[in-house]
């Protein structure tokens, strides 16, 4: 998997940390990034396709 490096306010790091660690949502904090990116995706993809701007081969659309 590959490895990236954001800049992060650290308000939004503290947010985060309130939902990672052991008996919370999140293992760690590259779960509760990965997780929040999926499902910004998903809602983006929601969007464009009731704006009609669905493009064929875009995360999970038949070619």
């Known amino acids: 998997m590959p490895k990236i490096c954001v800049e992060m306010p650290q308000h939004i790091l503290d947010d ?14 590259s779960d509760a990034v990965r997780t929040a990116c999926r499902k910004m995706l998903d809602e983006m993809d929601d969007i464009d396709k009731r704006h009609g701007r669905a493009h064929p081969g875009q995360r999970g659309e038949k070619k």
């Open 16 to 29: 985060l940390g309130v939902h990672v660690g052991v008996e919370k949502k999140f293992v760690n904090l």
